[in-house]
């Protein structure tokens, strides 16, 4: 080994083991670990140190949340690696659930024991529409039970109606690539961020999506965003290469290369985070310091089917199987 690898290996160590004491660690020290190369023996001390955070903080648990994708539609937002943007010219019938298929949705999720409920719609999504769907999906789970909104950028009086309407946090992000395979800007997105953070949401925040493309400094300017905001659940996410979506071509990364990414984000977001996703779900990630998965039922930003149940979504049956394949109690 050459001298400036041993001294790298040397710096790991003491950054995980500084980690591990519960210490946070900064933006150099976390692109120093994502510099890590995946087939050394570092990587694995990165992989178990981020594994034994989360076994500790999570007391070994898993959680399973439901994902319910309410339309099916033509989206001006345009985002480059989505079925639904409308220059993409892949969604050729719009489709949208009646509110009892999504009651019935909520209901079936409910019984199968998932932790929270996210309903998910399009950016161009009618946003009066979404809060009766949501004040009605929340007469019917729990009051404890967490209700999340995915849905486009908004203000903070929209943030206040999705309160009054029952919603309990919201998942946003400023994307890998925003204004640029998005046609919205970044600010756009700090913007609702900032809302976000200053009502009584809960933020989920993602590093996503992540292509071969993205460089470590812009995946780092993410993990640190999330923190920025105060997120609450984070997760990271590898980009789908669509097919005949304008990002299809540039592939993806590794099961192995994500595993590294959730694992420095698990460790630089230290105790503030009370669950740690990968999605779409993944075995290697859940030995990296992820306990949370998504089930999904409609629409889905990342499948040509109508029905994501019936293509890449997974079921709760499934999502249990992986989390007891890692060894997450459910
Ligand atoms: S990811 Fe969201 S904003 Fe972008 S095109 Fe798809 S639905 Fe629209």
Same mark, same amino acid.
């Given at each position: 080994m050459d001298s400036n690898k041993v001294k790298d290996s040397q710096r790991v160590s003491e950054i995980l083991n500084k980690a591990i004491l519960g210490e946070k660690i900064n933006r150099e020290e976390a692109k120093l670990l994502l510099n890590i190369? *995946?087939?050394?023996?570092d990587m694995y001390r990165l992989l178990s140190c981020s594994n034994e955070l989360s076994r500790k903080q999570f007391n070994n648990r898993g959680e399973i949340y439901a994902q319910i994708g309410i339309n099916n539609s033509l989206c001006?937002? #345009?985002?480059?690696?989505?079925?639904?943007? %409308?220059? &993409?010219?892949? *969604?050729?019938d719009s489709l949208e659930l009646d509110r009892d298929d999504i009651l019935k949705r909520g209901k079936d999720f409910l019984k199968a024991d998932v932790e929270e409920i996210f309903l998910m719609v399009t950016a161009d999504y009618d946003f009066e529409n979404f809060l009766d769907i949501g004040s009605r999906l929340r007469e019917v789970i729990p009051k404890k039970m967490k209700l999340v909104a995915n849905l486009g950028d908004f203000d903070m009086s929209r943030a206040r109606e999705l309160e009054k309407a029952g919603f309990t946090g919201a998942y946003h992000i400023c994307r890998l690539g925003e204004g640029q395979s998005t046609e919205i800007s970044k600010e756009e997105r700090l913007d609702t961020l900032s809302a976000i953070k200053n009502s009584k949401l809960d933020l989920y925040y993602c590093? %996503?999506? *992540?292509?071969?493309? &993205?460089?470590i400094d812009e995946i780092v300017d993410e993990i640190f965003r999330g923190l920025e905001y105060d997120v609450s659940v984070m997760a990271v996410m590898r980009r789908i290469p669509v097919p #005949?979506?304008?990002?299809? #071509?540039r592939g993806q990364i590794s099961e192995l290369e994500l595993s590294k990414i959730c694992a420095v984000t698990r460790i630089a977001c230290g105790d503030s985070i009370r669950a740690m996703g990968v999605h779409e779900p993944s075995l290697l990630s859940l030995m990296s310091g992820a306990n949370q998965i998504y089930a999904e039922k409609g629409c889905n930003? !990342?499948?040509? !089917?109508? #029905?994501?149940s019936e293509g890449r979504g997974f079921s709760v049956d499934r999502a249990k199987r992986f989390l007891w394949e890692c060894g997450w109690k459910y």
């Open positions: 190369d *995946i087939h050394s023996k001006s937002k #345009n985002c480059d690696f989505c079925v639904f943007g %409308e220059k &993409h010219k892949l *969604i050729l590093v %996503e999506p *992540i292509g071969p493309e &993205h460089t #005949n979506t304008p990002l299809e #071509n930003p !990342r499948d040509t !089917r109508e #029905n994501t």
